[in-house]
Each structure stands twice: as C-alpha cells, then as structure tokens.
C-alpha cells in the first residue's frame, strides 16, 4: 500500500523561530492536504494544495506541492505557543479511481513551542 | 454552520461487545469517511460513503461495517470487540463526490475495549 514518511516525528522550539516538516511518498499524489491536531479533537485543515509545484499559504503557514508530485513541504514562521499540536500531511490519489476517495496520512510532527 | 458531530465523545466496551457510532455530516456534505487512528498505526482509512452507498473500503476485517442514511448522516459498527480496536473513531465529511474539495473532521468518538 502507499507510505508516507513524514519528517521529523517532533520538534522542540523557541517561540518566535521558524519550523519546517516535510513528507515524502513512494507513490505519486495529486492532492496533499496538511491538517493540525489538538490533543482530543479531529485534525483541522489547514492547507490544501492540489497542482504540482503550487505554494500556498496559510496566514503565518506556507505548503507546497512537490514537482514530482511525491512530496510536500509545510513551514510555519515566526512560532506562536498556539502552534502546539501535532501536524500531519495526507495524500490523495488520482480523483477518478475509486482509492481517491481516500486520505493516505502520515505520521505526524509533535510541535512543541518552548517560550 | 454546524461542523461534523459525531457522537458519543467516549465509549467503554467489553471484549466481544458490538458497538455504534454515529456521525452527523456539515450540511450539504454528502461524502462522509471514517478513519481509525492510534498510537501505533496512525490514521487509517475505514471506508467512505456517498449517496447511501460504500465506494471505498480500507484493509480493515469485516467486523468493521457502516452505512450512510438518505439525509448523509452515517453510522459504523464494530462487532465483537477486541482490545486492538481501542482508538478514537473520525468521521470526515465533504461537500464534492471526490473529496476534492478537502475533509471536514469531527472531534471523534473515543472507543475504549476493556
């Protein structure tokens, strides 16, 4: 089945630096989506990117889709104590087959904001 | 606009109990997907509805199974319970037959098989 590595598993930074995660696939996607997960809630969309190459942006949140449609990068600037959560990138196949209908996700980055 | 409610919040289970959840889509949404997440396994896809019928199903055992009602809300059920299925239970619901458009999730059902 399709894997997505999702990179790094967690991160402890300052309020006020930049972040970056990424995931890579083995397989190609035509739309990747990042959503954030507060503890005992639904993940939230946060992003939604569905061309390759696009960069899309989120107020303080950048994505973009990869060019060869395998990976995804998401960077958050200037951290903030609400970014705390957990972040995870998902994967959607090609729109016509029935598996499109499905999230591949992967594991997920554990943000931790130190002040 | 309401969001996705899922209900209950938490549930407490016997091993080879069955059990129900029920998920109520974002009005207008007519795609609705459960996903199982856990600490081991992550989020896993279960299956995903449209217009009352199964299009998609994940690599889940037929204790597994769910149906979609004719007003889009949809309920999965889980027989004869085991311990591995302690997870929190997400229903997502989109407005497009494609899910182009992203997933909306709900705040899950937490399932603890005792």
């Known amino acids: 089945g399709q894997q997505l590595n999702q990179s790094p598993q967690s991160m402890f930074i300052q309020e006020g630096e930049d972040v970056s995660m990424n995931c890579t696939s083995s397989s190609i996607f035509n739309t990747w989506l990042w959503y954030k997960q507060d503890p005992g809630e639904g993940p939230v969309l946060l992003i939604a990117?569905?061309?390759?190459?696009e960069l899309t942006s989120n107020g303080r949140l950048t994505a973009q889709f990869g060019i060869t449609r395998k990976d995804s990068f998401l960077n958050i600037s200037a951290s903030i104590p609400s970014d705390v959560g957990i972040y995870f990138c998902a994967g959607q196949t090609d729109l016509l087959s029935g598996s499109a209908r499905q999230l591949t996700f992967g594991s997920g980055t554990q943000l931790t904001v130190l002040p | 606009k309401a969001g996705v409610t899922q209900t209950p919040r938490y549930l407490i289970k016997t091993r080879g109990q069955q059990v129900t959840l029920s998920c109520s889509p974002i009005?207008?949404?007519?795609?609705v997907s459960w996903y199982q997440q856990t600490p081991g396994q992550g989020l896993q896809f279960l299956f995903e509805y449209f217009s009352e019928t199964q299009r998609n199903k994940g690599n889940f055992p037929g204790r597994f199974s769910g149906r979609q009602f004719s007003n889009s809300r949809s309920e999965m059920n889980v027989s004869t319970l085991e311990l591995g299925d302690s997870a929190l239970y997400l229903c997502?619901?989109?407005?497009?037959?494609?899910?182009?458009?992203?997933?909306?999730f709900g705040s899950g059902t937490r399932l603890t098989v005792v």
């Open positions: 009005s207008g949404h007519r795609s």
């Open positions: 997502a619901s989109s407005p497009a037959s494609t899910g182009r458009r992203g997933y909306t």
């Open positions: 990117l569905y061309k390759a190459g």
